[in-house]
């Protein structure tokens, strides 16, 4: 049972944006049999960011269909998100989950954010990584902006994480696939003004499936599922209670 699929009863509107990465290309385990309503972006992983393939196969789709389209992966997933933001009845809840495939290798940017940060030099990472996160960080700035001009930004929790640690994640030991801190520890970001205090920081133990409790339950979803929960409510966490 996804999030997706729990939120369906609360008549939530739902997709996926980006990387699924579950169940490669198995029917029965694409976005679409598995609660969103519609999906755009990518089933695996690694993809090219222009050319949108992984070695010999070609990645990028649309509620299940293979669609042929040009453009920068980063860009594109915010303005399809910009699109649906735009075009949604505002009388419906929504649950949108962005996956960018950026921070991941292969790493690839727009040649002039790449030059701007070759120039700057000394840098603490490599300038096709700088201008990779840079063009993500334009990208999520666009889709706040659009959900600001629809009036639910206020009103929206999100929910800012990474999926793992990075391949070397100072100050902690260890890195991406180990289970050291630096391959488990990322940072986590939770806006909702009215609910959430700005400017706090809480160092509280946290896992990625606590999420799916919290985020139910404030939706005024049901917990009650045929296989007991890995998560627990951390709502009084996240607002420093």
Same mark, same amino acid.
């Given at each position: 049972?996804?999030?997706?699929?729990?939120?369906?009863?609360?008549? *939530?509107?739902?997709?996926?944006?980006?990387?699924?990465?579950?169940?490669n290309?198995? /029917?029965?385990?694409?976005?679409? /049999?598995?609660?969103?309503?519609?999906?755009?972006?990518?089933?695996?992983?690694?993809?090219s960011?222009?050319?949108?393939?992984?070695?010999?196969?070609?990645?990028?789709?649309?509620?299940?269909?293979t669609?042929?389209?040009?453009?920068y992966?980063?860009?594109?997933?915010?303005?399809?998100?910009?699109?649906? @933001?735009?075009?949604?009845d505002?009388?419906?809840?929504?649950? *949108?989950?962005v %996956?960018?495939?950026?921070?991941?290798?292969?790493?690839?940017? $727009?040649p002039?954010?790449?030059?701007?940060?070759?120039? /700057?030099?000394?840098?603490?990472?490599?300038?096709?990584e700088?201008?990779?996160?840079?063009?993500?960080?334009?990208?999520?700035?666009?889709?706040?902006?659009?959900?600001? %001009?629809?009036?639910?930004?206020?009103?929206?929790?999100?929910?800012? &994480?990474?999926?793992?640690?990075?391949? +070397?994640?100072?100050? &902690?030991?260890?890195?991406?696939?180990?289970?050291?801190?630096?391959?488990v520890?990322? $940072?986590?970001?939770?806006?909702?003004p009215?609910? +959430?205090?700005?400017?706090?920081? +809480?160092?509280?133990?946290?896992? +990625?499936?606590?999420? *799916?409790?919290?985020?139910?339950?404030? %939706?005024?979803?049901?917990?009650?599922? $045929?296989? $007991?929960l890995?998560? @627990?409510?951390m709502?009084?966490? &996240?607002?420093?209670?």
């Amino acid at each position: 049972r996804t999030l997706a699929q729990a939120l369906k009863p609360s008549g *939530y509107d739902t997709a996926l944006i980006g990387k699924w990465h579950l169940g490669n290309w198995y /029917q029965r385990q694409l976005p679409l /049999q598995r609660g969103f309503d519609h999906h755009y972006g990518l089933y695996g992983a690694l993809v090219s960011y222009n050319g949108k393939t992984r070695n010999y196969w070609y990645d990028w789709h649309r509620d299940g269909e293979t669609i042929r389209e040009d453009g920068y992966t980063t860009d594109l997933l915010a303005r399809e998100f910009e699109r649906l @933001m735009a075009d949604r009845d505002s009388k419906r809840p929504f649950f *949108y989950y962005v %996956a960018f495939n950026a921070m991941h290798s292969p790493y690839d940017a $727009p040649p002039e954010l790449v030059e701007k940060y070759r120039k /700057q030099g000394g840098g603490k990472a490599p300038p096709q990584e700088l201008a990779t996160l840079e063009s993500m960080d334009t990208a999520i700035g666009k889709m706040i902006a659009a959900m600001k %001009a629809k009036g639910v930004l206020d009103n929206t929790l999100i929910v800012f &994480f990474s999926d793992n640690g990075g391949t +070397v994640n100072p100050p &902690f030991r260890g890195g991406k696939a180990s289970t050291y801190e630096g391959g488990v520890r990322v $940072p986590c970001i939770i806006h909702w003004p009215g609910h +959430v205090p700005a400017d706090k920081m +809480v160092d509280g133990m946290v896992h +990625v499936t606590d999420l *799916y409790p919290t985020v139910l339950k404030l %939706a005024g979803g049901s917990l009650e599922q $045929p296989l $007991p929960l890995d998560g @627990m409510d951390m709502w009084e966490v &996240f607002t420093g209670r």
